[in-house]
């Protein structure tokens, strides 16, 4: 089946470590897009990538940092720079060049004490 | 800046009650428009879209029609039922990008 994985699920750091979330994707698509998502905030846009080795930053891009090697992979890590780490973080994917759906994972759900 | 407001949740409803959640918008040029649902602990699935003014958009009995002189989109369901349950997101994307910018959500909690 197509789709997105996101692992682990539910994920546990220590304050000062840098902790990389991972994304795949087996849908052909160029675009991915990491989201993070907070109580009442909605989704907030961190990084995304249009293609292979190249992307840009969304809104709140501080603290944290991304590469894309494959089309088939966007991860995401979460550096120690991150003042507030704890939040439940999105991934998705979708065609370029219009207004095309967002295909999301199921999250993971990251806790830093 | 583009941006999306909704109304604040929970909504609380009974069985077979009609939904209405608001959702407007500011945008330049035309945005196309978007609903997506998110059941608890899962990420976001599409449930409806619209890329032009008077589009209506459906979907599992959802709908939301595309209104360029309110600037709105907002989503009703006849007829709602306790699976419905769970956030809803509205979201736009601007002309020429293939970003989304999302509302804040708005909760529905349906009682048998």
């Known amino acids: 089946d197509g789709g997105i994985t996101q692992s682990p699920k539910y994920l546990f750091r220590k304050e000062g470590q840098n902790v990389t979330l991972s994304c795949e994707q087996n849908l052909n698509h160029d675009a991915m897009y990491w989201y993070r998502q907070d109580p009442g905030q909605g989704l907030r846009l961190i990084y995304y990538s249009q293609i292979v080795n190249d992307f840009q930053k969304g809104d709140i891009a501080e603290g944290y940092s991304v590469s894309r090697e494959k089309k088939e992979s966007f991860p995401l890590t979460v550096t120690s720079a991150q003042k507030n780490p704890t939040a439940f973080y999105l991934c998705?994917?979708?065609?370029?060049?219009?207004?095309?759906?967002?295909?999301f994972g199921p999250g993971t759900r990251l806790t830093v004490t | 800046g583009d941006s999306v407001t909704q109304m604040e949740g929970p909504v609380t409803l009974s069985e077979e009650a009609f939904l209405t959640i608001n959702c407007t918008y500011t945008?330049?040029?035309?945005?196309?428009l978007f609903w997506y649902v998110q059941y608890p602990g899962e990420g976001l699935q599409l449930l409806l879209k619209?890329?032009?003014?008077?589009d209506k958009g459906s979907n599992k009995g959802f709908e939301a029609t595309y209104r360029k002189e309110t600037t709105s989109f907002h989503l009703e369901k006849g007829s709602v039922q306790v699976s419905d349950s769970a956030v809803y997101f509205c979201?736009?994307?601007?002309?020429?990008?293939?970003?989304?910018?999302f509302g804040t959500g708005t909760r529905l909690q349906v009682f048998p």
């Open positions: 945008a330049t040029g035309y945005p196309s």
């Open positions: 998705a994917s979708s065609m370029t060049g219009g207004a095309y759906e967002q295909y």
């Open positions: 619209a890329t032009k003014a008077d």
């Open positions: 979201a736009l994307s601007p002309p020429n990008t293939d970003k989304l910018i």
